[in-house]
Structure formats: structure tokens, C-alpha cells
């Protein structure tokens, strides 16, 4: 089963320019993790966001939650070429230790 | 976070046949989580299991298609059963310590001919 949905499935930008993918979710949530994926490679995990934080930096990264809307929000700025991969969001059921349940995923290009 | 050794890493199989995926963890851990990745696709959960009771299988997954054995709390195997060209996926272990060490095996490429 799928928690969610990302937006946009797919996103094509510049080098240096800004990434902005959205993410929903259906159900109360613990945490909310963003992963990247590169093309025929295993999960990186990004950053976690815990259900009473709002906002979450890591370098280049900037992630928010709103849990009145059940949405999260990954930006990454200032975007290299390396960065062009698959991000995916994932939830828990709201308890702990439980399977992180994924969205769909955004497919970011960058080109150079 | 847990070390989790998954095999094999690939394998090409014909149809009809069973392939079965080994997870191996480096820490005790209460619930592994079996993932299939169709091409191009998001990870599903396939299921949950437990050491010591039967797995609990997603909507949509069957335990006569995706057998799971749990014998100890540092392993566990999927099998898929009676393979199509389908079931050419990508299949995770996973596993969480704590709250929030959540660990992936590195996944086993099938493809089936």
C-alpha cells in the first residue's frame, strides 16, 4: 500500500537552481523520512522529520511538516548534476517502529 | 543503526520456479519488513515478520506467493514462489532499532524469464 503522493512525479531544472518536491500522507504519522535513490542503486536516507518539528535543515537540504495537512515539503538548493535521482518520502503508522510506508516519488533531472 | 547483509544480490530465474532471498542483520530486532520495488516503481511492503509467529501480509500479497520464515531474531527469508516475469523486481529487507535506525539490505535484483 502507498501512504501518499509526491509532486511532481517528475521535475527537470538547471544546475543551481532550486528543487521543491511535496509530499502527502493519509494517516497519523511519528515521523516522515526523505530518501533518495539513484538510478539502479539502493536507498539513501536523507533526513527525518518528527511529528512535532516543523522545519529541518541539512545542508543543502530544507525539509517542512505540516501535519494539520498531512504534507511535507523536501527543497534542496542550489542543484548539481549529482543530485539527479529519485526522492521518495516515507511514513510510519504513528507507533513506533513500525514499516515505513513510501509515497511514489519525485524523479529530479539536473542538467548542467 | 543495524548492518543488514541481503543475498543474493541478483539472480535471473525461469518461470515457474522459487527463488528464496536471505536477510541477515548484525543486531536482535524485533520486526523485519520485506519490500518489492517494481521497475521504475516506488518500494511496496510486502510484509512484516515477526520472530516466533507468522508474517503479516499487505493488501494484495499472499502468504502462498511470498513465504516468509522467521527462525531467530538476526534472520529471515522471503521466497518467491512460482515465478512470472511479474515478479521482476527489485526486493528489500528492512529493518528498524529503536525508534527511528531504520536500515535497508542492499536489495536482490530478480528477473524472470
Known amino acids: 500500500s502507498q501512504q501518499g503522493e509526491e509532486d511532481p512525479q517528475a521535475l527537470s531544472i538547471q544546475e543551481g537552481e532550486n528543487a521543491t518536491m511535496n509530499c502527502s500522507y493519509k494517516?497519523?504519522?511519528?515521523?516522515l523520512q526523505w530518501y533518495r535513490q539513484n538510478s539502479g542503486r539502493g536507498l539513501v536516507h536523507l533526513i527525518l522529520?518528527?511529528?512535532?518539528?516543523r522545519e529541518k535543515h541539512s545542508g543543502r537540504l530544507r525539509v517542512t511538516l505540516d501535519t494539520s495537512k498531512k504534507s511535507s515539503s523536501l527543497l534542496i538548493t542550489a542543484s548539481r548534476a549529482a543530485d539527479t535521482a529519485s526522492y521518495f518520502c516515507?511514513?510510519?503508522?504513528?507507533?513506533?517502529?513500525?514499516?515505513?510506508?513510501f509515497g511514489k516519488g519525485t524523479t529530479l533531472s539536473v542538467s548542467s | 543503526s543495524a548492518v543488514i547483509s541481503q543475498k543474493p544480490s541478483r539472480d535471473i530465474c525461469q518461470r515457474g520456479t522459487s527463488l528464496t532471498i536471505q536477510c541477515q542483520v548484525d543486531?536482535?530486532?524485533?520486526?523485519m519488513f520485506w519490500y518489492r520495488q517494481q521497475p521504475g516503481q516506488s518500494l511496496t511492503l510486502i510484509a512484516t515478520?515477526?520472530?516466533?509467529?507468522?508474517?503479516?501480509?499487505e493488501s494484495g500479497f499472499v502468504i502462498d506467493k511470498f513465504p516468509i520464515s522467521r527462525p531467530n531474531l538476526t534472520f529471515s527469508t522471503l521466497t518467491v514462489s512460482n515465478m512470472s516475469p511479474e515478479d521482476s523486481s527489485i526486493y528489500l529487507c528492512?529493518?528498524?532499532?529503536?525508534?527511528?535506525?531504520?536500515?535497508f539490505g542492499s536489495g536482490t535484483r530478480l528477473t524472470v524469464v
Open positions: 528492512s529493518v528498524v532499532l529503536g525508534t527511528y535506525g531504520y536500515t
Open positions: 494517516t497519523s504519522i511519528n515521523n
Open positions: 522529520i518528527r511529528s512535532n518539528e
Open positions: 516515507a511514513t510510519d503508522h504513528n507507533q513506533a517502529g513500525t514499516a515505513l510506508i
Open positions: 543486531s536482535q530486532v524485533t520486526m
Open positions: 515478520a515477526n520472530q516466533g509467529s507468522e508474517a503479516t501480509y
